[in-house]
Structures are given as C-alpha cells and as structure tokens.
C-alpha cells in the first residue's frame, strides 16, 4: 500500500493487466499513458507494449476509428480500452449502442464484450467554457441497454474500477472527472486488485439525512460536510462509484434510516441520473422527503463568477441540507 498520484494508480492498473493478458489492447488520443509514482517510478505504456498493443507515439486524431478499432477487438474476444478526453464524450455513443451493448444479448450470451470506454470528463471550472465545461453524460450512457457505467472519486477507487472494467464481459463506461485527483488520497494497493461494480460505498455516517453524490460532485459535498455538522445534522454520504448496475439496496436502507435524501450532481437538472436515484428510492421507500440540486440547463460559462453561481457548491448544498430538515 502507498500513496500514489490518481494517473500513477490508474495507468498501473492496466499495465498490469495488459501483462496478465498479452491480448489486450489499450488505445487513446491526446493523453499520452505515462505517468510517474512519487519514488520517481515512470510508467510508460507505448514504451513497455509497443504497437499494435498501443497507439503508439500518436495515430491520427480520430476518436471514430479509435472506438471501431478497440469494439472489433472486443467483438473477437479480447479486451480492449480506449481513451477519449473530455471534449469528444459522445463520440462513442454510436458504436455502443448499436453493437457494443448489444452483442451479448444478440449471440445469446455466448459472445462476452470486454470493451471499457475510459471518458475523460469535463469540470464545472473557471476559464474553460462550453465544450471544455460539459459534465453529467453519465446519464447519456446509463441509458443505453447491455452497458455498465462507473464513476470513481479517489485514486483507491480510481485503480479498482478500471481493473473490474477491463475484467468484466460486458461494455463499461469509465468517466474520468480531473476535478478529483487533486487533494489528498487513500492508499493504493501496489498489486492488482478489483473494486466491485455495482457496489457503492458509505463515505461518512450518520442518521438524520442521506446524501447521495458520485465525481465530480463528491468534491463540493466534502467541503460542504464539515459546515453541515456545526448545524447539528448527522449526513450519511453515499458515494454510488457505480451508476449502472446501481447499489438500489444500499440506498434505500440509508433512507428507511433517515427519511430523508439529498442528491448532488454537476449534470444537467432536467433527465440527470440524480433524478433515477430519486426514483429508485421513493418507490422502495414512502414518505420520504427528496432533494435534487444539479448544473443548471445552461452551457457552463468562462467566467468564474458566473460559474461559481451555477454550480452545485457547497454553500448550496448546505443550504439544501438546511431547507429538508425543516420538513
């Protein structure tokens, strides 16, 4: 165990499993996988598995032919991950829909698609207008049928998902939010090790309110935490990690405790996936009182004003926690 920048544990994950099966393939653009440990240790994937097992020192900027390449290779049976940034988040859409997520139901289950779409994801920041600010897609993929999708919030998590993403036989979505990585970390295990998909995790807890929150949002509910409990309310803060297949149980025993759920995202209010986790839970659960607070429908703004009076923050989030317990 040790501490380990979040890009250090994400990139030792899939060089460890690209050396646990020389098959597997891992393609990006942009973002070259190289990334340094604290003790000075260098991994570099191009320079460890080469061509065709990369891209290389760089092939042409074209996310179409990066998804196709990383789906055929999936589609003949080995494992295979691609990288997208931030600002080509649906470009994938087509192909997962289409034949990604539907491979295994078509074959009748005896075709596996071990294909991982690692998405990098924008931020609700300053300085980085429109395209560059987008957050919440998420919600776009969850909703395609035959797919799993994954948000981790801290580089434990971070490791443990890409691993569990590359070892499962269906489609998953790695969302990759940069507004996580910074701050302090957990330790991370030196070995390979798998964080449950479909598994969320009690960050704090607490009795009078449930709070639920996955990256990027997990950021602004920790600053907000601290200022929630000088109001003597006790917060139970549920990072789901999993948004598809998601921890249903786990969620409605938190709110048969409290009564109450709070749900924060950075993604757009109307159709945000915190408007399925409500759904979810009212209906395991009456007579609870529920809260959404979410982006506005607006595209992000460059300005920092401005965006600091969009975004879900923790002021606001305090403020929401105040107004559900006068219920």
Known sequence: MARKPYAYAQLEGVAQEMRRNKEMVFFYEYEKPVATSPSGDVLDLVKEFGEPRTSGRGWAIDESWLVGAAVGVAAAGSPALVRLPSMTTIYAIEYIYNQAGKLRSMTGGQASMPFVLWQGGGGRTKGSAGQHTEVGQEALY??????????????????????????????????????????????????????????????????????????????????????????????????????????????????????????????????????????????????????????????????????????????????????????
Not at 272 to 295: C, D, L, M, T, W
Request: no cysteine; net charge neutral.
């Open 142 to 327: 969850a909703n395609l049928p035959g797919v799993k999708v994954v948000v981790p919030s801290n580089a434990y998590d971070a490791k443990g998902l890409l691993i569990a993403a590359i070892r499962d036989p269906d489609p998953v979505i790695y969302f990759d939010y940069p507004e996580v990585k910074s701050g302090e970390q957990p330790d991370v295990p030196d070995d390979a090790y798998e964080v449950p998909i479909g598994k969320a995790v009690v960050r704090q807890q607490g009795k009078d309110l449930t709070l639920v929150a996955w990256a990027p949002a997990t950021v602004d509910v920790k600053r907000a935490l601290p200022e929630i409990a000088k109001m003597g309310i006790s917060v139970e803060f549920i990072d789901p990690r999993s948004l598809k297949p998601l921890d249903v149980d786990l969620l409605v025993a938190s709110v048969r405790k409290t009564r109450r759920l709070l749900v924060v995202e950075h993604g757009h209010y109307t159709n945000g996936y915190g408007s399925h986790v409500i759904a979810e839970v009212v209906q395991a659960v009456p007579n609870v009182r529920a809260r959404k607070i979410a982006f506005p429908d607006v595209p992000g703004p460059g300005a920092a004003g401005m965006m600091s009076w969009l975004r879900p923050d923790a002021p606001k989030i305090i403020d929401a926690a105040r107004q559900i317990m006068r219920g």
